[in-house]
């Protein structure tokens, strides 16, 4: 007859730890690469941050009380924004430091994770020997609600960085190339804000907004270049998944609609993430809120946040697409030259 011991509580209880132990440890080793390479972002990320919130600070001691909020300026200008105070918007300027880093879609793949849920709609086309890039954007950014029209292209191979990328990195538009462009953003049927003009980075950044991606909407017009150029981009319209419906045609100028996106989004988005990032943006836009109630002034609103919530302070400025998100430009730098004028070309 065996004698088959007896599983004791204490024998159980040791035995599902050890098991558990072990599938820990197996699973650590599977994901070490993934952990070393989110690790790696992530130091990255906290010193670009690092160097942000010492600009802040920097800025910020050194404020005037004259009531011209230059100080002010000067950090928002330091991101790569300006602000209007007439219709409470930031945007982009034309020579921000963000024209010198191109966009490829590690960029796109990075904005979630940042806290910027945003869809995307990337537009790819050939003309005159380069490949070409227009996209447009719409979401929450932080804790601004806003929107993007970017125009970007690439005349050399895609790069191939194992581990890293592979794909297209294109250059920002030159002067030269630059189109007249212009959206409305629209949230659940209602106008927010509108833009126009010539060129490569067309944005506007409403502080304090919440906005989920899905209730906004854009009509956006582009210009370009030429019949040949508005031929191919209306082409790579149809490939994305626009109808002749979706879209109006006036000589070299496009106008269409832009509710869901037809592109796929970023891996990085995901119904339960998005949900999450969301619920902490919209918090800190009530917070917001509730700090700057009866205040025009931007400078005002600056220093009420600063006062009732410390943390809150430290999101202000963190405008559409900061330093953060190009912080991946890090990893792919060696890969290429960059020139005085901004543009990148691979080695």
Request: aromatic share 16%; charged share 25%; net charge positive.
């Given at each position: 007859?065996?004698?088959?011991?007896?599983?004791?509580s204490?024998?159980?209880?040791?035995?599902l730890?050890?098991?558990?132990?072990?599938?820990?440890?197996?699973?650590?080793?599977?994901?070490?690469?993934?952990?070393?390479?989110y690790?790696?972002?992530?130091?990255?990320?906290?010193?670009?941050?690092?160097?942000?919130?010492?600009?802040?600070?920097k800025?910020?001691?050194?404020?005037?009380?004259?009531?011209?909020?230059?100080?002010?300026?000067?950090?928002?200008?330091?991101?790569?924004y300006?602000?209007?105070q007439?219709?409470?918007?930031?945007?982009s300027?034309?020579?921000?430091?963000?024209?010198?880093?191109?966009?490829c879609?590690?960029?796109?793949?990075?904005?979630?994770?940042?806290?910027?849920?945003?869809?995307?709609?990337?537009?790819?086309?050939?003309?005159?020997?380069r490949?070409?890039?227009?996209?447009?954007w719409?979401?929450?950014?932080?804790?601004?609600?806003?929107?993007e029209?970017?125009?970007y292209?690439?005349q050399?191979?895609?790069?191939?960085?194992?581990g890293v990328?592979d794909?297209?990195?294109?250059?920002?538009a030159?002067n030269?190339?630059?189109?007249?462009m212009?959206?409305?953003?629209?949230?659940?049927?209602?106008?927010l804000?509108n833009r126009?003009?010539r060129?490569?980075?067309?944005t506007?950044?409403?502080?304090?907004?919440?906005s989920?991606p899905?209730?906004?909407?854009?009509?956006?017009?582009?210009t370009?270049?030429?019949?040949?150029?508005?031929?191919?981009?209306?082409?790579a319209?149809?490939?994305?998944?626009?109808?002749?419906?979706?879209?109006?045609?006036r000589?070299?100028?496009?106008?269409?609609?832009?509710?869901?996106?037809?592109?796929?989004?970023?891996y990085?988005?995901?119904?339960?993430t998005d949900?999450?990032?969301?619920?902490q943006?919209?918090r800190?836009?009530?917070?917001?809120?509730?700090?700057?109630?009866g205040?025009?002034?931007?400078?005002?609103?600056?220093?009420?946040?600063?006062?009732?919530s410390p943390?809150?302070?430290t999101e202000?400025?963190?405008?559409g697409?900061?330093a953060?998100?190009?912080?991946?430009?890090?990893?792919i730098?060696d890969?290429?030259?960059?020139?005085v004028?901004?543009?990148?070309?691979p080695?």
């Amino acid at each position: 007859m065996l004698n088959i011991p007896l599983l004791t509580s204490e024998v159980v209880s040791f035995n599902l730890w050890f098991s558990i132990f072990l599938i820990a440890i197996f699973a650590v080793i599977l994901s070490g690469p993934i952990l070393y390479e989110y690790i790696s972002y992530r130091v990255s990320y906290r010193r670009a941050e690092k160097r942000y919130y010492s600009a802040v600070k920097k800025v910020f001691s050194e404020q005037r009380d004259d009531g011209g909020g230059g100080s002010i300026d000067e950090l928002i200008g330091t991101a790569g924004y300006a602000y209007n105070q007439t219709n409470d918007l930031f945007f982009s300027t034309m020579y921000a430091w963000q024209r010198s880093m191109g966009y490829c879609r590690l960029y796109d793949e990075a904005a979630a994770p940042l806290g910027m849920i945003i869809d995307s709609e990337p537009i790819r086309f050939s003309y005159a020997g380069r490949r070409w890039l227009i996209e447009f954007w719409k979401g929450q950014y932080g804790m601004t609600t806003g929107c993007e029209l970017g125009v970007y292209s690439s005349q050399w191979p895609d790069l191939n960085i194992p581990g890293v990328f592979d794909g297209t990195f294109y250059t920002c538009a030159s002067n030269e190339d630059r189109l007249y462009m212009g959206f409305v953003l629209y949230k659940n049927g209602e106008e927010l804000f509108n833009r126009k003009g010539r060129h490569w980075w067309l944005t506007a950044f409403k502080l304090g907004e919440y906005s989920e991606p899905s209730e906004l909407s854009m009509d956006v017009y582009i210009t370009l270049k030429s019949r040949g150029m508005r031929d191919a981009f209306l082409k790579a319209l149809q490939r994305a998944g626009y109808k002749e419906g979706d879209y109006e045609v006036r000589k070299n100028t496009v106008a269409l609609f832009y509710d869901k996106p037809h592109s796929r989004q970023p891996y990085t988005r995901s119904a339960a993430t998005d949900k999450m990032m969301l619920a902490q943006l919209k918090r800190n836009c009530d917070v917001y809120q509730t700090l700057t109630k009866g205040y025009t002034s931007m400078k005002d609103k600056v220093k009420a946040v600063k006062e009732g919530s410390p943390e809150l302070y430290t999101e202000l400025f963190k405008i559409g697409k900061t330093a953060s998100i190009f912080s991946v430009f890090d990893k792919i730098k060696d890969y290429l030259n960059i020139e005085v004028d901004g543009n990148q070309l691979p080695k």
